[in-house]
């Protein structure tokens, strides 16, 4: 029998708090000024995840500085009107928590941008740990971030569910040894998620109720 699932590491963006028009209308904004016409939505949309740099260094190796910064200060100043949690999630964290679950935050984020979204969500002290691209060598899909989360957290990987709505999420949770959850409201789409092979996917955020409580399987 599966050990019963002790803490949740979450991805942020895309995950529990829904940065998909932000995203994609920030990468419009930037590579639309450098440029003009070559890109469109759906063409940002394998840029989601991955950090930042790592995106434009493929992009635009010459500029990456430049269109940073530029992301940077578009992403800023039209963060909070683009942004929400994604329904639901701040009332299921706070069940989760209530059932004395550890739960951390593992993203590829900087810190500040992280702790900006959670201010706009309901959730104060429900997460133990907030790991950023600040706190790590290596970001997701390499295991150090989620490593450093359990470790944290006093946390065992094969006790760990990772949940996240791209590659790097279910990779990392595989490189990290720990279980692995997709989400089907990812920007990608439920049969990219599942192409990905996960432990579980997951509907709505409640389905978390029913997987922690042993109701629900892997598989």
């Not at 260094?57 to 992301?71: D, F, G, I, K």
């Not at 639901?88 to 993203?107: F, N, P, Q, W």
């Not at 900006?116 to 790991?131: E, H, N």
Request: proline letters at 5%.
């Amino acid at each position: 029998m599966a050990n019963k699932i002790e803490t949740i590491l979450f991805d942020f963006d895309g995950t529990l708090f829904d940065t998909n028009d932000l995203i994609i209308e920030t990468f419009m904004a930037v590579l639309g000024k450098h440029f003009p016409g070559r890109y469109t939505r759906e063409d940002c949309l394998p840029f989601m995840g991955p950090p930042l740099r790592e995106t434009f260094e493929a992009l635009a190796p010459e500029n990456v500085e430049q269109l940073m910064e530029e992301y940077v200060s578009w992403n800023l100043e039209n963060h909070d009107k683009l942004t929400a949690e994604f329904p639901g999630v701040s009332e299921v964290l706070k069940k989760l928590k209530d059932r004395g679950l550890k739960m951390a935050i593992v993203s590829t984020k900087r810190n500040k941008t992280i702790h900006r979204g959670l201010g706009l969500m309901d959730a104060d002290g429900i997460f133990d740990v907030v790991i950023g691209l600040d706190d790590v060598t290596h970001a997701k899909p390499h295991p150090e971030p989620l490593q450093k989360a359990m470790d944290a957290l006093g946390a065992d990987p094969s006790t760990t569910l990772m949940v996240g709505d791209n590659s790097h999420d279910i990779d990392g949770g595989r490189n990290a040894g720990t279980l692995t959850a997709g989400v089907a409201w990812s920007a990608k789409g439920r049969a990219f998620m599942e192409s990905l092979k996960p432990d579980y996917m997951l509907d709505a955020i409640e389905d978390l109720l029913e997987i922690t409580d042993g109701t629900v399987g892997a598989g």
